[in-house]
């Protein structure tokens, strides 16, 4: 079967750095994708990644290993407002998007 | 204004009852996608639409039809609401691009009592 793992929940520190891990079993595999999720809010975009490396924009970053079948997201110099969900989706073979429950990330001050 | 809209935002009803969700874009995109949440679970994909004329089932569809009425506007109907379709739902829209990024609805809160 498809599976997406990430875990539940993760606190950090307002100033910190923090990596989210997502694990991901698909048929086949055409990207992962992080989204952004605010409490009550739309998700909206972060990343995308298909080929190995680590993308970096401002002070999210995302990694792909596709041969571990591994991503992360990385976030750095944490502010309060990152306070949020982070939504890990891989693209299976037939382009359909596999997504995690999410993880929800707490920042204290 | 949003670019992705969905009315009503918020909604409570009973067991029985017939709900339609609606959803209109500016974004000018072809593909619409109608999605549930629920606490603890990934988002699960409930019907897809690539252009007018063309309506995909998602993994989740069962008590659940749709209509694409205009390139613009996308809706969903519980033809029968029943309890365990209390969730959060959203609407989103992607480009022609199979790896386009998904752009999301406000999301219509869900109460079936």
């Known amino acids: 079967g498809q599976n997406i793992d990430q875990p539940t929940e993760m606190t950090a520190t307002e100033g910190a750095i923090v990596q989210i891990n997502c694990t991901y079993q698909?048929?086949?595999?055409?990207?992962l994708f992080w989204y952004q999720q605010h409490a009550g809010e739309a998700p909206t975009f972060l990343s995308y990644?298909?080929l190995d490396g680590l993308e970096e924009k401002g002070r999210f970053s995302s990694f792909l290993s596709r041969s571990k079948g591994y991503s992360y997201l990385l976030l750095k110099e944490l502010q309060m407002k990152d306070s949020a969900s982070y939504l890990c989706?891989?693209?299976?073979?037939?382009?359909?998007?596999?997504w995690g429950a999410g993880t929800k990330l707490i920042i204290k001050p | 204004d949003a670019d992705v809209t969905q009315t009503p935002r918020n909604r409570i009803t009973k067991t029985g009852k017939r709900i339609m969700l609606e959803c209109s874009q500016t974004?000018?995109?072809?593909?619409m996608y109608w999605y549930r949440q629920d606490p603890g679970l990934g988002l699960r994909l409930i019907y897809y639409?690539?252009?007018?004329?063309?309506?995909n089932k998602g993994e989740i569809s069962d008590g659940y039809s749709v209509s694409r009425q205009a390139q613009a506007k996308f809706s969903l109907s519980l033809e029968s609401a029943i309890p365990n379709q209390t969730a959060l739902y959203f609407c989103?829209?992607?480009?022609?691009?199979?790896?386009?990024?998904?752009?999301f609805g406000e999301g219509s809160r869900l109460t079936v009592l």
């Open positions: 989103a829209t992607s480009d022609y691009s199979d790896t386009g990024e998904l752009f």
């Open positions: 974004k000018g995109h072809d593909r």
């Open positions: 639409s690539f252009d007018v004329k063309d309506i």
């Open positions: 698909t048929s086949g595999f055409n990207g």
């Open positions: 990644n298909v």
């Open positions: 989706a891989a693209l299976d073979s037939n382009y359909q998007l596999i």
